[in-house]
């Protein structure tokens, strides 16, 4: 009974009818938009002007936009409510009629509106504005080289700049063709103020300048990059003498008999701070004593390691070696001696002399011929079983040596 008298209270209330009246009317008017009604209007704004420049006719005759496509447009659209709703400016693409474009100029274009994906309940009823100016001309690309001008700069004393690089080290200048043959230069500009002592990095805008040095303002030229990283680098420069060294100096020989000159006797280089300091000679490289003659004149590569670099731009160094109180001749001997013979194997000399050997030593001692001996050594001549032409080692007294290189001929068997 309370219950009846709930419900017959409830249905009676104003109230309560009202809402229940409101939440009806928007149910039935929702279901109509949605489904009896879907033709909605909608303007759709900020789409953005695009055009192909690199297909179809403006590619073949090389025409492109001069001036930036700023302009945006509205598009007036209609369909269903639901998907209307969901469209957005990335949506379209807006393009303009180039049928009439036929060589440089400006011309006013009629614009095409349409839907990135295709949709049947789509429609697009006006775009606005409907036209656009574009001015079109030939265009041209051309690649150049970054110079980079480091200006109101001061390096600390006992320093030095180099070559300044850019990176990227070249960029691609495009536009219309009248404006990039202007071009002369691309050029970036840096300022490092006083007392750098080491390497500078920046970045840097770019500038084109023409053949005159004055900076240009082309307002249709694009530039594949606007700025670069510039780097400066900034060394410590040291002098370090030559130096070379010697290798096999025969045993007993007067190394005062021996002058030697390195020309250049000094360099100057640039490095790093810690290197430079540390550094106090650089060598050439090691000559063999057994090379040498009476006088000589050697040229040797000057090579520098780490961040070393070579301010004299000197590739070689000339080495001149002088041999004092000391002559040559030649000598034979037939003491033909053979050493380190694995066990298993016996060794025949056929070779009874060895003629025409160089011999050095000191002029005083050279009168009274010395006996020299030739040495075979078996632990780095044997190669099997049979006759071969080996080299030999010449053995002189203290104070002597020998150059050149010779060889004898042994028979090589294998003992029972």
Known sequence: MNDKGFFYRLMHNTLFLRIVSVAAAFVIWFVVVVSVSPGYTRTISGVPVTIDTKSGFLADAGLGVVDKLNQEISIDVSGPRTTIGRLSAKDFTVTPDVTPVTKSGSYTLQLNASLKTPDNQIRIHSISPSQIRIRFDTVASKTFPVNVRVQNSKVADGYVMETSTASPKEIIVSGPSAEVAQVAQVRADVDMGSGINST???????????????????????????T???????FKAGVVPLKVSFSNLPAGFDTKNMQYTVSPDVLH??????????????NLGTIDFRTLSLNNKI??????????QNLDNLSNATVSVDLLDTVTQPVSTQDIQVANVPAGYHVQLRTRQISGIQLYGPAAQMAATPAVTAVVDMSTALNGTGQYVVPV????????WATGSYTAVIQVSKTK
């Open 269 to 282: 280089i640039a490095g790093a701070a810690q290197e430079i300091d540390s550094l106090a000679q650089i």
């Open 393 to 400: 080692t010449i053995s002189a007294p203290s104070g002597f």
């Open 228 to 234: 670069v990283t510039v780097t400066v680098p900034v």
């Open 299 to 308: 040229v040797l590569p000057v090579t520098l390691t780490g961040t070393l």
């Open 200 to 226: 500078y990095k920046t970045k840097a805008n770019l500038q084109l300048i023409d053949a005159a040095g004055s900076v240009l303002d082309l307002a249709h030229v694009k530039l594949s990059v606007s």
